[in-house]
């Protein structure tokens, strides 16, 4: 209700500055406008009668429009490139043509400061281009249909102003910029995250934080107090508490009044850490619920389906540093520029997407065949008093209900994964577009939040002694056996009650 849209998106189009002084790029900057602005040309027509060579041309865009200024809140900027090529009869887009840029980035924080480089490199990017209409004369001046192309990406944005200046170096001999059309203009894109929604979202972390310490705290005392050993479900509890502490802690206060070009990277690993660790702990949940024979409480018997999930987040992280990592060094690298690159990134995300499906359907299958044990298992229920009937019931009714909820959490989680990479990627493949409002990040958020404490409430070892002088021997509860939800516990404290109800047909 209260935080806006999490991104915007900002057009820029750059300003065709003419460079007056030869082989002094290093040391001038071009401003399209401001205190020193350069001089301009209207279009390259104008450069063709006044005799000025494309070498001494650069495109010059400043970082916000004018009176307005960045901010720290904004936490990350990234740039797509739209290159507006007419359509010359002598001067065609030659197929697979590459298009090579000469890019530098500066920043400074007042508008008389001289300008400071944060980055410059030479960077070749493909051209995807149609024309719709046949290439004769007539069609002369018309706009070729391109693709948006990735340009840039910060993983901060801690100065007010920034200046990208861009070349087109022309060296015929070599082929570079040959037959890449006429090119008119320059656009960008930038987008940014919301300040507004930033704002929201640190404080979400920095209520949730410790709420999910002060439960796993009263959680594990809760586990050390028992006479046994914590058994495998517990222990996996706990660990989801750890990473979603790990995902919650509101680290990103410092990018407010650092320069942490890292936070991306950062924040996409304790995702990652984050994903892994949920996926594994349904499949153990719900194993450790089946109630079959085969031996449970190891962890090595569920190497077969965690091996899968580590070796998938393993091959993310991997991805994750050749887009992210590279990016530390040099903002304008992107894995899409290249066809093994894209190729690798869109092979990447639809395998990931596929795995994902896949895992939810085997999670579907196992929530049944827990639901069809228990369902079995309640063939009994008639025949105990009706205090232990309905304390059975009751106990049923609410591991059903937690059931359900994971299975719905876990449709949730698969969805937001799927679109998020899907909106996160749309910018680079071109057409594809989702709306995704900040109501659909705060809410998955809130809900694995919700989740993992719901468990550590549910799942922690109850205290409580049901003696035969509290219930006048109508339980039929041996005295101090404890009631919980949890499963698979044979130790000195007994099996819980939903184990014991499972176990009683076999033993018979």
Same mark, same amino acid.
């Given at each position: 209700?209260?935080?806006?849209?999490?991104?915007?998106?900002?057009?820029?189009?750059?300003?065709?500055?003419?460079?007056?002084?030869?082989?002094?790029?290093?040391?001038?900057?071009?401003?399209?406008?401001?205190?020193?602005?350069?001089?301009?040309?209207?279009?390259?027509?104008?450069?063709?009668? =006044? #005799?000025?060579? +494309?070498?001494?041309?650069?495109? !010059?865009?400043?970082?916000?429009?004018?009176?307005?200024?960045?901010?720290?809140?904004?936490?990350?900027?990234?740039? &797509?490139?739209?290159?507006?090529?007419?359509?010359?009869?002598?001067?065609?887009?030659?197929?697979?043509?590459?298009? $090579?840029? @000469?890019?530098?980035?500066?920043? *400074?924080? @007042?508008?008389?400061? @001289?300008?400071?480089?944060?980055?410059?490199?030479?960077?070749?990017?493909?051209?995807?281009?149609?024309?719709?209409?046949?290439?004769?004369?007539?069609?002369?001046? =018309?706009?070729?249909?391109?693709?948006?192309?990735?340009?840039?990406?910060?993983?901060?944005? +801690?100065?007010?102003?920034?200046?990208?200046?861009?070349?087109?170096?022309?060296?015929?001999?070599?082929?570079?910029?040959?037959?890449?059309?006429?090119?008119?203009?320059? *656009?960008?894109?930038?987008?940014?995250?919301?300040?507004?929604?930033?704002?929201?979202?640190?404080?979400?972390?920095?209520?949730?934080?410790?709420?999910?310490?002060?439960?796993?705290?009263?959680?594990?005392?809760?586990?050390?107090?028992? $006479?046994?050993?914590?058994?495998?479900?517990?222990?996996?509890?706990?660990?989801?508490?750890?990473?979603?502490?790990?995902?919650?802690?509101?680290?990103?206060?410092?990018?407010?009044?650092?320069?942490? $070009?890292?936070?991306?990277?950062?924040?996409?690993?304790?995702?990652?850490?984050?994903?892994?660790?949920?996926?594994?702990?349904?499949?153990?949940?719900?194993?450790?619920?089946?109630?079959? #024979?085969?031996? *449970?409480? =190891?962890?090595?018997?569920?190497?077969?389906?965690?091996?899968?999930?580590?070796?998938?987040?393993?091959?993310?992280?991997?991805?994750?540093?050749?887009? =992210?990592?590279?990016?530390?060094?040099?903002?304008?690298?992107?894995?899409?520029?290249?066809?093994?690159?894209?190729?690798?990134?869109?092979?990447?995300?639809?395998?990931?997407?596929?795995?994902?499906?896949?895992?939810?359907?085997?999670?579907?299958?196992?929530?049944?065949?827990?639901?069809?044990?228990?369902?079995?298992?309640?063939?009994?229920?008639?025949?105990?008093?009706?205090? *232990?009937?309905?304390?059975?019931?009751?106990?049923?009714?609410?591991?059903?209900?937690?059931?359900?909820?994971?299975? !719905?959490?876990?449709?949730?989680?698969? &969805?937001?994964? &799927?679109?998020?990479?899907?909106?996160?990627?749309?910018?680079?493949?071109?057409?594809?577009? /989702?709306?995704?409002?900040?109501?659909?990040?705060?809410? /998955?958020?809130?809900?694995?939040?919700?989740?993992?404490?719901?468990?550590?409430?549910?799942? +922690?070892?109850?205290?409580?002694?049901?003696?035969?002088?509290?219930?006048?021997?109508?339980?039929?509860?041996?005295?101090?056996?404890?009631?919980?939800?949890? $499963?698979?516990?044979?130790?000195?404290?007994?099996?819980?009650?939903?184990?014991?109800?499972?176990?009683?047909?076999?033993?018979?």
């Amino acid at each position: 209700l209260t935080a806006p849209s999490p991104t915007t998106a900002v057009p820029y189009t750059s300003a065709k500055c003419i460079d007056v002084r030869k082989n002094h790029h290093k040391t001038k900057w071009l401003m399209p406008w401001g205190p020193n602005p350069c001089e301009k040309l209207k279009d390259f027509d104008e450069a063709v009668s =006044r #005799q000025i060579e +494309a070498n001494d041309i650069v495109f !010059a865009v400043h970082i916000p429009l004018p009176k307005k200024e960045m901010s720290p809140w904004f936490q990350f900027m990234l740039f &797509i490139m739209q290159l507006d090529i007419a359509f010359k009869m002598d001067n065609d887009l030659k197929e697979n043509a590459e298009i $090579t840029l @000469d890019v530098s980035l500066a920043y *400074r924080d @007042d508008t008389f400061d @001289d300008w400071e480089e944060i980055a410059h490199a030479i960077e070749i990017r493909k051209l995807k281009c149609t024309f719709g209409s046949p290439k004769t004369l007539e069609s002369e001046g =018309r706009h070729y249909d391109c693709d948006f192309l990735p340009f840039m990406e910060i993983g901060s944005v +801690a100065h007010k102003y920034y200046l990208i200046n861009i070349r087109l170096p022309v060296n015929e001999r070599k082929g570079i910029n040959v037959g890449i059309g006429e090119i008119k203009d320059i *656009r960008l894109v930038g987008i940014h995250q919301n300040g507004g929604f930033t704002k929201v979202w640190f404080a979400m972390k920095t209520f949730l934080t410790p709420s999910i310490l002060i439960i796993m705290v009263w959680y594990w005392r809760r586990i050390t107090l028992m $006479t046994r050993a914590p058994v495998l479900l517990e222990k996996v509890i706990f660990a989801l508490g750890i990473s979603m502490t790990f995902i919650n802690i509101p680290v990103e206060w410092f990018s407010i009044g650092f320069d942490w $070009t890292w936070m991306l990277l950062f924040g996409d690993i304790r995702q990652g850490i984050f994903y892994a660790m949920l996926l594994s702990f349904w499949i153990i949940f719900c194993g450790e619920h089946m109630m079959d #024979q085969n031996e *449970r409480n =190891r962890l090595s018997g569920y190497w077969k389906q965690v091996g899968p999930i580590a070796v998938g987040s393993f091959c993310l992280f991997i991805f994750d540093m050749c887009e =992210r990592g590279v990016q530390l060094k040099n903002p304008f690298y992107s894995i899409w520029t290249t066809e093994v690159g894209t190729e690798l990134a869109m092979a990447f995300i639809i395998v990931a997407g596929i795995c994902l499906c896949l895992y939810f359907l085997f999670l579907c299958f196992m929530v049944f065949q827990v639901f069809r044990n228990i369902s079995g298992k309640q063939s009994s229920l008639p025949a105990m008093s009706k205090a *232990r009937r309905l304390h059975y019931e009751g106990l049923i009714f609410r591991f059903k209900f937690l059931m359900l909820i994971t299975l !719905a959490c876990a449709a949730m989680t698969v &969805i937001f994964f &799927i679109v998020s990479q899907v909106t996160e990627g749309h910018w680079k493949w071109g057409d594809i577009t /989702i709306q995704v409002n900040s109501a659909f990040f705060t809410g /998955i958020y809130g809900m694995w939040n919700l989740y993992v404490f719901a468990l550590m409430f549910l799942y +922690a070892p109850s205290h409580k002694n049901y003696g035969e002088d509290q219930s006048n021997g109508d339980l039929g509860v041996n005295s101090g056996e404890e009631l919980q939800l949890t $499963t698979t516990i044979t130790h000195v404290d007994g099996p819980t009650e939903v184990y014991k109800l499972a176990r009683k047909e076999a033993q018979e």
